[in-house]
């Protein structure tokens, strides 16, 4: 008999406000319970269109957004993180999201979602500018030039494609999005339930085989 170890599947978009709250949190949440968390970075647009939606229902429905707004300040305040509504919202987040696809197995993808979150979300910045991307590679000691030549590649493009046809299979509507087996958990505030889900569900079943 054996027990499989705890993992959750981690969706979510750099243009997405909530994804920005759970980034920041996720790794260290989920590390102090021996979770290990597997990065799946995705377009929510497409899944939006899909919906029938142009851009994001904060930006559709006026006094949806402005609950939003302030929310997000409660939220901010509530886990210590710096807070600035962006000024483009949803914000263009292409280029990042296919260095998070090539990085999403590799020791410094934490720090590169949380560092393009802050730029996003704290520093008011265009997130899918090169240079800026190239900015925190380097940071990161990271061959800024060489990911960036990668990111843009047909192979990795078709990559973050199939990521999103994925997305649209498993049934995700929105992000961040979170995966504990088959158990889905959606919104920053259901984080750590998935946490808790798959060690005390997932983790704690028993292959019999």
Not at 22 to 29: F, K, N
Not at 68 to 89: N, S
Not at 145 to 155: G, P, V, Y
């Amino acid at each position: 008999m054996t027990t499989h170890d705890p993992q959750i599947a981690f969706w979510f978009d750099f243009g997405s406000n909530y994804s920005y709250l759970a980034t920041m949190r996720i790794e260290a949440l989920a590390a102090a319970r021996g979770v290990r968390v597997l990065w799946k970075p995705f377009l929510l647009g497409p899944i939006f269109k899909a919906s029938g939606w142009s851009t994001s229902p904060f930006v559709l429905q006026k006094e949806k957004g402005a609950y939003v707004w302030r929310d997000m300040q409660r939220q901010c305040d509530k886990y210590g993180l710096p807070w600035t509504q962006p000024g483009v919202f949803p914000r263009r987040a292409l280029l990042p999201l296919r260095v998070a696809l090539l990085g999403a197995g590799e020791p410094w993808i934490g720090a590169f979602c949380r560092h393009i979150m802050h730029a996003n979300f704290a520093r008011d910045r265009e997130i899918d500018d090169p240079a800026l991307v190239g900015e925190v590679l380097a940071a990161l000691g990271l061959d800024a030039s060489a990911l960036l030549a990668a990111a843009s590649t047909e192979q990795n493009k078709l990559a973050l494609r199939a990521q999103g046809e994925e997305a649209v299979r498993r049934g995700i509507f929105g992000a961040p999005m979170f995966f504990a087996g088959d158990d889905m958990f959606w919104g920053n505030d259901r984080l750590e339930d998935a946490i808790d889900w798959a060690v005390d569900h997932v983790a704690a079943r028993i292959d019999l085989a």
